[in-house]
C-alpha cells in the first residue's frame, strides 16, 4: 500500500513523524479516512478514536479537538488532545468518570456544570475504549 | 572615630552579603525553572509553527467564501491579551512588553486580556478596561484556560465588540536574549503575494467552509495564545536568571570595594593607637 508523509502535533509535543498508510478519525460530521493521494481538505475534529496505519499495523489512539489537513499530499494532523491507546492513563480517565457522573447527579448542577461534566464524560468514555483497544 | 566608622563599613557589608545570598538564591530558582520551561517551548513549538502556517495557508488559498474572521473592519476597537509575570526581579522583562502594548494601543480603543499579576496591576492602575482579570496568575494557566479563553474572545470578535485582535507576548530567542512581540490574531489577512495570485484552490472543505471556520478559528487562537504563553514563562525566567546573575556580581564587586575599605579604616586606627601611645610616653 503507498504511504503518505503524516505529522501528529499537540501543544505537548510532536507526537508522530513519518509515513502512514491509512489514517481514520473521528471529524465534528463523522468518521474521516484518508489514504495517500488524498484531494487537499481539511476538516474540524470533533472527540474520538483515531486509528492509524503504520507499516501494516494498525495503532489507537484517543484523539480530541483541533483539525487535520491534508495539503499537496501531507497530512498534518493537529488535535488539542491525542494519546496513543498505550500512553492513555486509565486510572485517570476512571476518576474524571466518577467526578462527571457526580456532577451530572447532583440536582443542585448549573447548566453550565452540566455541560462541562459530559464533555469530561464523554472524554474519559472515550480514553478507557481505546486503551482497551491495544 | 574611626571605631564608629569600620562599624559601618562591617554591617553595609554583612547586609550586603545576605543580599547576595538572595540574589544568587533566586537565580539559581529561575534556572532550574528555566529548564523545564525551556524543555516545554522546545516540545511545544513545531505545533505552534504548523498550526500557524497551516491556517495561513488555507487562508491564502482561500477564493471560495468570505467569514467575518478574514474580512479587516475599519473599527478601532482592539483587544490584547497581554502576557506578562507574577514577579518582579526579572530585569525588563515585564516593563518592557507592557510598554510595547501602551506604545501600540496609543490612539486605539483598546480593552485588554491581562495573564499574569505584574499585567493586571498595571492595567488597574492604568484604568484601561480589562475583560477578566481572572488569569492573574501566569503559572498556573493552562491549555484549557487558553482554550477558554479563545472562545470568549471569537464570539465577543463576531459579535462585533472588537475589530482585531492581538497577542503581545515574549519571544523567548535564547537564555540570553528575549524580544517582546505583538502578534496579530483576528482578523486573518492574506500575505501579499497570495492577495495578487487568482488562482482557484481545489480545497475541499469538510463539511463546509464556513463551519470549518467557525470551529477551526477559536482552536487556532487557543493554540497560538498557549504558544505565546509557553514562550513567555520561559523568557520570564531567562530574564530573571541574567537580571540575578548580574544582581550577584554587583553585589561581590561591592564587598570587595567595602571589605577595602575596611582594612584601611582598620589599619589608620591602628596607626592612629599606636601614635597616640608614642606621643604619649
Same mark, same amino acid.
Given at each position: 500500500?503507498?504511504?503518505?508523509?503524516?505529522?501528529? $502535533?499537540?501543544?505537548?509535543?510532536?507526537?508522530?513523524?513519518?509515513?502512514?498508510?491509512?489514517?481514520?478519525?473521528?471529524?465534528?460530521?463523522?468518521?474521516?479516512?484518508?489514504?495517500?493521494?488524498?484531494?487537499?481538505?481539511?476538516?474540524?475534529?470533533?472527540?474520538?478514536?483515531?486509528? $492509524?496505519?503504520?507499516?501494516?499495523?494498525?495503532?489507537?489512539?484517543?484523539?480530541?479537538?483541533?483539525?487535520?489537513?491534508? $495539503?499537496?499530499?501531507?497530512?498534518?494532523?493537529?488535535?488539542?488532545?491525542?494519546?496513543?491507546?498505550?500512553?492513555?492513563?486509565?486510572?485517570?480517565?476512571?476518576?474524571?468518570?466518577?467526578?462527571?457522573?457526580?456532577?451530572?447527579?447532583?440536582?443542585?448542577?448549573?447548566?453550565?456544570?452540566?455541560?462541562?461534566?459530559?464533555?469530561?464524560?464523554?472524554?474519559?468514555?472515550?480514553?478507557?475504549? $481505546?486503551?482497551?483497544?491495544? | 572615630?574611626?571605631?564608629?566608622?569600620? !562599624?559601618?563599613? !562591617?554591617?553595609?557589608?554583612?547586609?550586603?552579603?545576605?543580599?547576595? &545570598?538572595?540574589?544568587?538564591? /533566586?537565580?539559581? @530558582?529561575?534556572?532550574?525553572?528555566?529548564?523545564?520551561?525551556?524543555?516545554?517551548?522546545?516540545?511545544?513549538?513545531?505545533?505552534?509553527?504548523?498550526?500557524?502556517?497551516?491556517?495561513?495557508?488555507? @487562508?491564502?488559498?482561500?477564493?471560495?467564501?468570505?467569514?467575518?474572521?478574514?474580512?479587516?473592519?475599519?473599527?478601532?476597537?482592539?483587544?490584547?491579551?497581554?502576557?506578562?509575570?507574577?514577579?518582579?526581579?526579572?530585569?525588563?522583562?515585564?516593563?518592557?512588553?507592557?510598554?510595547?502594548?501602551?506604545?501600540?494601543? !496609543?490612539?486605539?480603543?483598546?480593552?485588554?486580556?491581562?495573564?499574569? !499579576?505584574?499585567?493586571?496591576?498595571?492595567?488597574?492602575?492604568?484604568?484601561?478596561?480589562?475583560?477578566?482579570?481572572?488569569?492573574?496568575?501566569?503559572?498556573?494557566?493552562?491549555?484549557?484556560?487558553?482554550?477558554?479563553?479563545?472562545?470568549?474572545?471569537?464570539?465577543?470578535?463576531? *459579535?462585533?465588540?472588537?475589530?482585531?485582535?492581538?497577542?503581545?507576548?515574549?519571544?523567548?530567542?535564547?537564555?540570553?536574549? &528575549?524580544?517582546?512581540?505583538?502578534?496579530?490574531?483576528?482578523?486573518?489577512?492574506?500575505?501579499?503575494?497570495?492577495?495578487?495570485?487568482?488562482?482557484?484552490?481545489? /480545497?475541499?472543505?469538510?463539511?463546509?467552509?464556513?463551519?470549518?471556520?467557525?470551529?477551526? @478559528?477559536?482552536?487556532?487562537?487557543?493554540?497560538?495564545?498557549?504558544?505565546?504563553?509557553?514562550?513567555?514563562?520561559?523568557?520570564?525566567?531567562?530574564?530573571?536568571?541574567?537580571?540575578?546573575?548580574? *544582581?550577584? &556580581?554587583?553585589?561581590?564587586?561591592?564587598?570587595?570595594?567595602?571589605?577595602?575599605?575596611?582594612?584601611?579604616?582598620?589599619?589608620?586606627?591602628?596607626?592612629?593607637?599606636?601614635?597616640?601611645? @608614642?606621643?604619649?610616653?
Amino acid at each position: 500500500m503507498n504511504g503518505f508523509p503524516l505529522k501528529i $502535533v499537540t501543544p505537548d509535543g510532536l507526537q508522530f513523524d513519518g509515513i502512514a498508510e491509512e489514517i481514520v478519525v473521528r471529524t465534528t460530521t463523522g468518521d474521516l479516512g484518508i489514504l495517500a493521494g488524498h484531494i487537499n481538505c481539511i476538516a474540524p475534529l470533533g472527540m474520538g478514536q483515531a486509528t $492509524v496505519v503504520i507499516d501494516g499495523q494498525k495503532k489507537y489512539a484517543a484523539c480530541i479537538g483541533g483539525m487535520i489537513s491534508s $495539503v499537496n499530499g501531507s497530512v498534518t494532523l493537529l488535535p488539542t488532545t491525542f494519546e496513543w491507546a498505550d500512553k492513555i492513563d486509565v486510572e485517570r480517565a476512571d476518576a474524571s468518570q466518577m467526578r462527571a457522573k457526580a456532577v451530572i447527579a447532583d440536582k443542585n448542577s448549573t447548566s453550565t456544570e452540566i455541560r462541562m461534566a459530559e464533555a469530561r464524560l464523554k472524554r474519559a468514555l472515550i480514553r478507557k475504549n $481505546v486503551a482497551n483497544l491495544k | 572615630m574611626a571605631g564608629v566608622s569600620t !562599624k559601618a563599613i !562591617k554591617n553595609r557589608i554583612r547586609s550586603m552579603e545576605s543580599t547576595k &545570598q538572595i540574589t544568587k538564591a /533566586m537565580e539559581m @530558582v529561575a534556572a532550574s525553572k528555566l529548564r523545564r520551561a525551556q524543555a516545554q517551548v522546545l516540545s511545544s513549538r513545531p505545533y505552534f509553527e504548523i498550526l500557524y502556517s497551516t491556517i495561513h495557508d488555507i @487562508v491564502d488559498a482561500n477564493r471560495d467564501f468570505s467569514s467575518p474572521y478574514l474580512s479587516e473592519r475599519k473599527g478601532k476597537k482592539v483587544a490584547y491579551v497581554v502576557i506578562a509575570g507574577d514577579r518582579g526581579l526579572a530585569g525588563g522583562y515585564n516593563s518592557n512588553i507592557l510598554k510595547l502594548v501602551m506604545a501600540d494601543a !496609543k490612539d486605539k480603543e483598546a480593552t485588554v486580556l491581562p495573564v499574569g !499579576k505584574k499585567a493586571v496591576d498595571f492595567f488597574n492602575s492604568k484604568k484601561i478596561p480589562m475583560l477578566t482579570a481572572n488569569y492573574a496568575h501566569a503559572e498556573s494557566v493552562s491549555v484549557g484556560d487558553c482554550f477558554t479563553m479563545a472562545n470568549n474572545l471569537c464570539k465577543r470578535y463576531l *459579535a462585533g465588540e472588537f475589530d482585531e485582535i492581538y497577542v503581545a507576548y515574549t519571544n523567548f530567542v535564547s537564555v540570553l536574549s &528575549q524580544t517582546p512581540l505583538i502578534l496579530k490574531l483576528l482578523p486573518l489577512s492574506r500575505s501579499e503575494e497570495a492577495a495578487k495570485s487568482t488562482v482557484n484552490s481545489d /480545497m475541499l472543505y469538510e463539511p463546509n467552509p464556513e463551519e470549518v471556520f467557525e470551529a477551526v @478559528v477559536p482552536e487556532y487562537l487557543g493554540g497560538i495564545v498557549y504558544g505565546a504563553l509557553c514562550e513567555s514563562r520561559a523568557a520570564e525566567q531567562a530574564a530573571r536568571r541574567t537580571a540575578m546573575d548580574s *544582581a550577584t &556580581q554587583n553585589a561581590e564587586e561591592m564587598i570587595a570595594d567595602l571589605s577595602l575599605k575596611f582594612n584601611r579604616a582598620r589599619q589608620a586606627a591602628i596607626t592612629q593607637e599606636i601614635t597616640e601611645i @608614642v606621643v604619649g610616653s
